[in-house]
C-alpha cells in the first residue's frame, strides 16, 4: 500500500500486533515494538525483507506465536539469504550482543537480511524511521551503537566495521571529518 493511507494503515497494523496478549517475556521485551514495526513495516509492502524475515520458517513461526499472538499475518516458508558477506555480518553482530536478550539472536539474523537491499538500512527492514534503528542497535548492540560516535549512516557503519576487522581502510583520507564522501556517509536520510 503507497500513498497518504500507508501511514494510518501501518500504524494501526503496528498497534493491533502490538495490542496482542503476549506472554510476559515476550510483553516486556524491548525489542517487541521493533518487532512489530518489522512485520508492520513488511506487510505495508516496506522494506526488502524476507517474508520468513530472514529467521526461517520455525523462528518465524516462533516469533508470532510468542510475542504476537492471533497474529493476522501468514506464516512464511524458509528464505534464502544470497549475501556473499553473511556470515562474517553475522559474526560481527553476535560478537557484540546484548547478553541475556534472547530476541536479539532475531535481530543478528534480521539486520543481515535487510542488508541485501539497496535504500538505507532502516528502508530496507521496513522500520518508521531511522531512528527505530537506532534504538534497535542501541537495545541489540549497544556496543556498535556507541562506537558510532559520528552517526554514520547504519548500513556503511556495519560495513566500514566489517572492513576494519580484516584491515581493510575504505576512506581515503586520513580522517573521516576531511573525507571527500563525508556528506554521503553523515548526511541526512530521506
Known amino acids: 500500500m503507497n500513498g497518504p493511507d500507508r501511514l494510518p494503515w501501518?500504524?494501526?497494523?503496528?498497534?493491533?500486533?502490538?495490542?496482542?496478549?503476549?506472554?510476559?517475556?515476550?510483553?516486556d521485551d524491548a525489542n517487541?515494538?521493533?518487532?512489530?514495526?518489522?512485520?508492520?513495516?513488511?506487510?505495508?509492502?516496506?522494506?526488502?525483507?524476507p517474508a520468513d524475515l530472514g529467521l526461517g520458517a520455525e523462528r518465524h513461526a516462533a516469533l508470532l506465536r510468542?510475542?504476537?499472538?492471533?497474529?493476522?499475518?501468514?506464516?512464511?516458508?524458509?528464505?534464502?539469504?544470497?549475501?556473499?558477506?553473511a556470515e562474517e555480518l553475522q559474526r560481527l553482530l553476535r560478537d557484540h550482543l546484548t547478553p541475556g536478550l534472547a530476541s536479539a539472536a532475531w535481530m543478528v539474523d534480521i539486520l543481515t537480511a535487510a542488508c541485501v537491499g539497496r535504500d538505507h538500512l532502516w528502508q530496507d527492514l521496513g522500520l518508521n524511521d531511522r531512528a527505530e534503528?537506532?534504538?534497535?542497535?542501541?537495545?541489540?548492540?549497544?556496543?556498535?551503537?556507541?562506537?558510532n560516535t559520528g552517526d554514520m549512516k547504519w548500513k556503511k557503519f556495519l560495513y566500514r566495521q566489517l572492513c576494519a576487522r580484516e584491515g581493510i581502510y575504505v576512506c581515503p583520507a586520513p580522517s573521516c571529518g576531511v573525507c571527500a564522501d563525508h556528506a554521503k556517509c553523515f548526511g541526512p536520510e530521506n
Open 10 to 27: 501501518r500504524s494501526l497494523l503496528q498497534a493491533g500486533l502490538l495490542a496482542a496478549p503476549a506472554g510476559a517475556a515476550a510483553r
Open 66 to 85: 510468542d510475542y504476537f499472538p492471533g497474529c493476522p499475518l501468514p506464516p512464511a516458508a524458509d528464505s534464502r539469504l544470497d549475501l556473499p558477506e
Open 133 to 147: 534503528l537506532s534504538r534497535l542497535m542501541l537495545i541489540n548492540f549497544p556496543a556498535l551503537a556507541a562506537a
Open 32 to 49: 517487541r515494538p521493533l518487532l512489530a514495526s518489522l512485520l508492520a513495516g513488511q506487510a505495508a509492502g516496506e522494506g526488502c525483507l
